[in-house]
């Protein structure tokens, strides 16, 4: 069983940058590709950002690519969501994901991640 517990979110003005964080309670950590998802009220959960076991594949959604940067730390468990240039749109909820792989890939798909967080809200003010 692995258990996601993301800290980071809060309020801030546009342009604004918050950096988001997701620490694993699993030994196995660096065997699993990790994402970061958002879900706005009234709309369907979306992908932000994954990244592979060794951090060498970073994907990212085009909502997002080059204002966000994802990161990991094996040693620490965690993963990272630095997200700059904030825009009142990128207001939402924001999970971190887990998926086990036998690959140093990660998917864009919420429905192959097997172990969620409770999610952090980040609210971004106009």
């Known amino acids: 069983q692995v258990q996601l517990v993301e800290s980071g979110g809060g309020w801030v003005q546009t342009g604004g940058s918050l950096r988001l964080s997701c620490a694993a309670s699993v030994d196995t950590f660096s065997k699993y590709a990790m994402g970061w998802f958002r879900q706005a009220p009234g709309k369907e959960r ?16 085009r909502a997002v690519e080059g204002r966000f940067t994802i990161s990991r730390d094996n040693a620490k468990t965690t993963v990272y969501l630095q997200m700059s240039s904030l825009k009142p749109e990128d207001s939402a909820i924001y999970f971190c994901a887990a998926d086990w792989l036998e690959r140093d890939i990660a998917y864009p798909f919420f429905d192959k991640y097997d172990y969620w967080g409770q999610g952090t809200q980040v609210t971004v003010s106009s």
């Open 46 to 61: 979306e992908f932000v950002a994954a990244i592979s076991w060794s951090g060498a594949g970073r994907y990212y959604s």
